[in-house]
């Protein structure tokens, strides 16, 4: 889907401007791309795959909506992008965007992996309560914590 190479460079962008470094591989054999920035003295590499999601308006409501599907490639530090486009705006920018760690993308019996942090309801995606963490700028000021995708205790009930 010609949508998914807009989706990827959409991601790349709000990543650049928030001061990661974007490399693109020569070839796209699983990640597509990888970001990097100095963290607490350190340098922090994340491969990042972005799953771009597109809704027909015929969509109904769900309680639990994002990305199901294969990942030609998984690693401890990636980061699974998922930004949320409108039914009914084509050629705009997603109504949101999730930045999930890999410990929150779950392998499925024969349908790869899954990561569903968004609801759906009135033709458009919403974040559901427990992920909002991960979306927009709280989830870019997540990612850039040095145990992001080591520490699922960070992300408390309270958000802290």
Not at 23 to 51: L, S
């Amino acid at each position: 889907m010609a949508r998914d190479y807009f989706a990827e460079l959409y991601v790349a962008g709000i990543l650049g401007d928030r001061g990661w470094t974007v490399y693109f591989p020569k070839r796209d054999v699983g990640f597509d791309f990888v970001i990097t920035k100095e963290i607490a003295g350190a340098v922090v590499m994340r491969p990042v795959q972005v799953k771009g999601k597109y809704p027909n308006s015929e969509r109904l409501k769900r309680v639990r909506y994002g990305y199901i599907g294969s990942l030609s490639q998984v690693h401890p530090e990636m980061l699974l992008a998922i930004p949320f486009f409108s039914a009914d705006r084509l050629g705009t920018a997603p109504v949101c965007t999730a930045y999930c760690p890999r410990w929150r993308v779950r392998p499925q019996a024969g349908r790869g992996y899954a990561c569903q942090p968004a609801s759906w309801a009135d033709g458009v995606p919403r974040p559901r309560r427990e992920y909002t963490r991960f979306f927009d700028d709280a989830g870019l000021g997540a990612m850039e914590k040095p145990d992001w995708s080591t520490s699922p205790a960070q992300f408390s009930s309270n958000g802290t």
